[in-house]
Nanobody
Framework: VQLQASGGGLVQAGESLRLSCAASGIIFSDYHMGWYRQAPEKQRELVAFITRTGSLNYADSVKGRFTISRDNAKNSAYLQMDSLKTEDTAVYSC???????????WGQGTEVTVSS
């Protein structure tokens, strides 16, 4: 199983980035997908979550600015991040979760840096 996150980078506050998570080795449509982030010296937090049926959940800090989506045909999940703030600086990781089978996978992170 592999979850390949990409799309991170250095941007200025107010700009946008789109993160991608490409999955392989799983039946993608059976999995809920999530994006987490961890900033330096802070705990990891859930940013956004999309269930296998398309239900959405966002952290309060990103509501109205971030949009999670998935494309089952491409075995991929995405995180569109608009109006970025310096406090969004973190390493972002994607996860794939199948609670019915008790399986949870993590991908490597992609770094997002937002400068003022």
């Amino acid at each position: 199983v592999q979850l390949q996150a990409s799309g991170g980078g250095l941007v200025q506050a107010g700009e946008s980035l789109r993160l991608s998570c490409a999955a392989s080795g799983i039946i993608f449509s059976d999995y809920h997908m999530g994006w987490y982030r961890q900033a330096p010296e802070k705990q990891r937090e859930l940013v956004a979550f999309i269930t296998r049926t398309g239900s959405l959940n966002y952290a309060d800090s990103v509501k109205g600015r971030f949009t999670i989506s998935r494309d089952n045909a491409k075995n991929s999940a995405y995180l569109q991040m608009d109006s970025l703030k310096t406090e969004d600086t973190a390493v972002y990781s994607c996860t794939a979760n199948n609670p019915r089978e008790g399986k949870n996978y993590w991908g490597q992170g992609t770094e997002v840096t937002v400068s003022s």
